[in-house]
Nanobody, 127 residues
Framework: QVQLVESGGGLVQAGGSLRLSCAAS????????MGWFRQAPGKEREFVSGISASGGHTNHADSVKGRFTISRDNAKNTVYLQMNSLKPEDTAVYYC????????????????????WGQGTQVTVSS
């Protein structure tokens, strides 16, 4: 199990950028696949981006492809979500999630694949 703490959320105008960070506890961060999810008011939580334990494989939801980039620094126990060209529909609480991964190349999309979650960080995009 890992503890996750997100940061970097805030208020930004449409077209702007933000970088979210998720710091993880523990010495085995490099064995965990990571994911970013978001939940807008009145909507279900949805997958945004995922990255393998090695960092060599990623996956992004169609709604954010070409605008968002997930990355990780295993030496710093941190995963990032760079968000560019933000739109009002990106407004949501963004959550970081982790799961142990036997295979360093696997990326996980379903929310129920992830047992460990952060508390979330609010991202608000104004039009």
């Amino acid at each position: 199990q890992v503890q996750l703490v997100e940061s970097g959320g805030g208020l930004v105008q449409a077209g702007g950028s933000l970088r979210l960070s998720c710091a993880a506890s523990g010495r085995t961060f490099s064995t965990y696949a990571m994911g970013w999810f978001r939940q807008a008011p009145g909507k279900e939580r949805e997958f945004v981006s995922g990255i393998s334990a090695s960092g060599g494989h990623t996956n992004h939801a169609d709604s954010v492809k070409g605008r968002f980039t997930i990355s990780r620094d295993n030496a710093k126990n941190t995963v990032y979500l760079q968000m560019n060209s933000l739109k009002p529909e990106d407004t949501a609480v963004y959550y970081c999630a982790a799961r142990f991964s036997y295979f360093s190349r696997d990326v996980y999309l379903p929310m129920d694949e992830y047992p460990d979650w952060g508390q979330g960080t609010q991202v608000t995009v104004s039009s």
